[in-house]
């Protein structure tokens, strides 16, 4: 066979052909793309360190996006793993002080409000030592500390991270002690169910929308949610005292508020 016979061939195929052809191409490639997205949606939604922090597999902390010490945060909380992942419970203190102490599970916010009727009179201040959990339970839980306004407070080498800034942001007055580790990044609200891509992408920007729209209402700057939304949900950005300041997550100096213990 000649060398230009191939060619020749080729070009006798109609447009139609060709057209149809290019299609199918950019059909297959369409679909890889598709399926690679889903599998990176998919994976990021199962690998939510915050949103489910009860499950033994699940890092409690998180690696730092900050700068400082690499893959940790800035110091260690003194609580152990163990502690963090059990679902929150609350146990009144002196001086009116409410230690909400676990994982922010699912029921949460309606345990947290029955404790409130239950002892409103006497809660002050809502301390918190949790790495997270479900968005919606923080959102009510804050929601219901402004209604009732009462302070909330981070105490020394106590963990407030993923969705539990969320619930520290309902805090009247928020307080944080010297060496309280708090952080943030992306949150959104996976379910049970394996979402679809077009649902993990619904569900993370509706979620995205409450919680700015939240932070906003409470007070909050912007650059606290910019922040978290830069930061992947397999990372934590570990705030500073003074970003805390800056962002007006806290309402007093670290000293100040340590001397209130």
Same mark, same amino acid.
């Given at each position: 066979m000649r060398i230009d016979e191939p060619i020749k061939a080729l070009l006798k195929l109609d447009d139609g052909v060709l057209?149809?052809?290019?299609?199918y191409i950019l059909l297959s490639a369409a679909a890889v793309f598709l399926l690679i997205d889903v599998r990176d949606i998919t994976a990021m939604n199962a690998a939510l360190p915050g949103y489910d922090p009860m499950h033994g597999d699940q890092p409690v902390l998180p690696p730092a996006l900050t700068d400082g010490v690499p893959? &940790?945060?800035p110091v260690q909380p003194a609580s152990p793993k163990e502690t963090l992942r059990q679902p929150i419970r609350f146990e009144l203190t002196s001086g009116g002080v409410l230690l909400a102490e676990g994982s922010i599970d699912p029921g949460a916010a309606d345990r947290f409000a029955?404790?409130?009727?239950a002892r409103g009179e006497y809660v002050k201040t809502v301390s918190l030592n949790s790495p997270g959990g479900s968005v919606d339970d923080a959102l009510?839980?804050?929601e219901l500390i402004r209604e009732k306004k009462l302070? !909330?407070?981070? &105490?020394?080498?106590?963990l407030c991270a993923s969705s539990c800034p969320i619930v520290f942001a309902g805090g009247v007055g928020r307080m944080a002690e010297k060496d309280a580790v708090i952080g943030v990044h992306q949150v959104f609200n996976g379910g049970k169910d394996r979402p679809t891509a077009e649902q993990a992408m619904a569900s993370a920007?509706?979620?995205t929308a409450r919680v700015a729209r939240h932070l906003d209402t409470m007070g909050i700057g912007a650059g606290l949610w910019i922040n978290a939304l830069e930061t992947p949900p397999d990372r934590l950005y570990y705030l500073t005292p003074k970003e805390m300041a800056d962002f007006?997550?806290?309402t007093e100096p670290v000293a !100040?508020?340590?001397k209130k213990g």
């Open positions: 057209m149809r052809g290019a299609f893959n &940790a945060p029955k404790e409130i009727e009510a839980m804050s302070d !909330t407070k981070v &105490a020394s080498k106590a920007q509706a979620t007006k997550l806290t !100040t508020a340590k």
